[in-house]
Nanobody, 126 residues
Framework: QVQLIESGGGLVQTGGSLRLSCAASGGTFRSYAMGWFRQAPGKEREFVAGITWSGSSTLYADSVKGRFTLSRDNTKNTMYLQMNTLKPEDTAVYYC???????????????????WGQGTQVTVSS
């Protein structure tokens, strides 16, 4: 079974930065589309960013475009989300997810993903 483990969350002030990592094991990471989603208290889980298996295409939610950068290293089975200029509204639990058959047309869709991590908390103080 595929396991996804997120790390890098924490408490940061407004305007600060964090880098989240998602380490995968038990599958063929290099063939999966990957994504980050987040869920704030009382809200639905929402798409943050997604990347195709090769890394050739990355997509972002409008709310994070220009501030977050998604990348992956298929040699390390790891995906990264660099988050800059953080805002209080970025506060949420961040989840990474893997889609075995994903592409740029599907990375935004929660229901397309096959595997999910347990999440890591990101808190941005004002």
């Amino acid at each position: 079974q595929v396991q996804l483990i997120e790390s890098g969350g924490g408490l940061v002030q407004t305007g600060g930065s964090l880098r989240l990592s998602c380490a995968a094991s038990g599958g063929t990471f290099r063939s999966y589309a990957m994504g980050w989603f987040r869920q704030a208290p009382g809200k639905e889980r929402e798409f943050v960013a997604g990347i195709t298996w090769s890394g050739s295409s990355t997509l972002y939610a409008d709310s994070v475009k220009g501030r977050f950068t998604l990348s992956r290293d298929n040699t390390k089975n790891t995906m990264y989300l660099q988050m800059n200029t953080l805002k209080p509204e970025d506060t949420a639990v961040y989840y990474c997810a893997a889609d075995r058959f994903g592409n740029s047309a599907t990375v935004r869709k929660t229901d397309e993903y096959d595997y999910w991590g347990q999440g890591t908390q990101v808190t941005v103080s004002s």
